[in-house]
């Protein structure tokens, strides 16, 4: 077995002959990082989220969930103050990607996110112990999650701080949530969860630029108006406290095939398929 110090190392410079050391170390400055360094960053993420306390997970999502009404807010206020249709259609979704930054870049848990990280140590360990840390760390961040997007659609349903027109361009966002069917909310979704999963799977790769990636990500998921389960929560929760729609809407016309969708695009799409580019390396380095 190669020992750890002479194992080879993710630097696409390491193995480059005919340059100095000097060189080496310019070339390994410029290099983009490697998809196998990418997917240990996120793993090693994973292993830390993995074995979080139970409590300081649940509020991490707790705020996650109450953090994501952003996007509903941002984008409800771009969209009663932009006149023009074709000017709102492209603009307005900008405003959905407040939410997105403040819980990425606020390391709050945010469930599609987790379809990604906590989903690589699996994939290495492949037993019996990491799966139920999974479905226990799932579990916890989908409840905290969704139970502060219900507060916030409370809030949004229930209080006075936004004016009238606010409130109805907050109806009329939120009414795609309730108004597909199963079949296209969860290819909404799938899309959604890959989006998301792409992005988390960005992120170590482009350190400075980060919102920016945030943005962007969020911004294809609104534009496209894809389903993603928590943000999504906010705006159906808010229709089913506004009396616009019923529980029944929100269990199985939303969030049923949105959270399918999204477990697809993120686990399938994103983990499994850039697991498979670089297990045979990681093989080699191990």
């Known amino acids: 077995m190669r020992s750890k110090a002479n194992a080879p190392t993710f630097s696409p410079a390491a193995d480059i002959e005919g340059v100095s050391d000097r060189q080496r170390r310019e070339i390994q400055a410029q290099s983009r990082p490697n998809a196998a360094l990418i997917h240990e960053t996120i793993r090693a993420e994973g292993e830390s989220e993995l074995e979080r306390r139970w ?42 990607t407040a939410g997105f930054l403040v819980v990425v870049l606020g390391r709050q848990q945010l469930f599609t996110e987790n379809t990604l990280t906590p989903i690589l140590p699996l994939l290495h360990h492949r037993d019996a112990k990491t799966l139920v840390q ?35 361009a907050f109806t009329e966002i939120s009414r ?38 945030v943005m962007v990500m969020a911004y294809l998921v609104a534009l ?18 506004k009396g616009q729609a019923t529980l029944s809407d929100y269990v199985a016309v939303f969030f049923v095939p949105t959270l399918l ?16 580019q670089v297990a045979a390396e990681l093989d080699q380095t191990s």
Do not use: K
């Open 55 to 96: 409590f300081a997970i649940l509020l991490s999502g707790l705020a996650a969930g109450l953090s994501m009404s952003l996007s509903l807010i941002v984008q409800g206020e771009f969209q009663a103050f932009v006149a023009d249709e074709a000017a709102r259609r492209l603009f307005a979704p900008l405003g959905y």
């Open 134 to 168: 999974v479905a226990r760390l799932w579990s916890l961040v989908l409840i905290a999650n969704v139970a502060g997007t219900w507060a916030a659609g409370a809030a949004l349903a229930y209080t006075d701080v936004f004016d009238p027109r606010i409130v109805d």
């Open 176 to 213: 795609h949530t309730v108004e597909g069917p199963f079949s296209t909310t969860f290819m909404r979704a799938v899309f959604a969860g890959w989006l998301i999963a792409l992005m988390a799977w960005l992120l170590p790769a482009v350190r400075g630029a980060r919102a920016h990636i």
């Open 224 to 241: 496209g108006q894809f389903a993603h389960v928590i943000a999504g929560s906010v705006e159906c929760a808010f229709l089913v406290l």
């Open 261 to 276: 969708g999204n477990v697809v695009g993120g686990t399938t799409l994103v983990a499994m398929l850039n697991y498979g």
